[in-house]
């Protein structure tokens, strides 16, 4: 099993900067694939960005320009560096992992955008 423990969120005003931080452990496949969604009041989970084992990103075209998701393998943990933060950025931050023979979700950390 893989285990996820994510922290970092908070309260940010508009236009400032929070990172998110996401550690693995437990039986991590090399193969991977870790991202970040997210979850505003009364919307869907979205998928934010997300990175391969290899360090290949997407992003949702809202946060491009804006996030930037970086891993490091030796570490086991993704991070979400967010910057000018907007309103609408207010959401649950999930940390998912994904490899072949598995997924897991993160608690979530709550992110609030507001002055």
């Known amino acids: 099993q893989v285990q996820l423990v994510e922290s970092g969120g908070g309260l940010v005003q508009p236009g400032g900067s929070l990172r998110l931080s996401c550690a693995a452990s437990?039986?991590?496949?090399?193969?991977?694939?870790m991202g970040w969604y997210r979850q505003a009041p009364g919307k869907e989970r979205e998928l934010v960005a997300h990175i391969s084992y290899s360090g290949i990103t997407n992003y949702v075209d809202s946060v491009k320009g804006r996030f930037t998701i970086s891993r490091d393998n030796g570490k086991n943990t993704v991070y979400l560096q967010m910057s000018s933060l907007k309103a609408e950025d207010t959401a649950v931050y999930y940390c998912?992992?994904?490899?072949?023979?598995?997924?897991?979700w993160g608690q979530g950390t709550l992110v609030t955008v507001s002055s």
């Open positions: 437990g039986s991590i496949f090399s193969l991977n694939v």
């Open positions: 998912k992992y994904s490899d072949k023979y598995l997924e897991v």
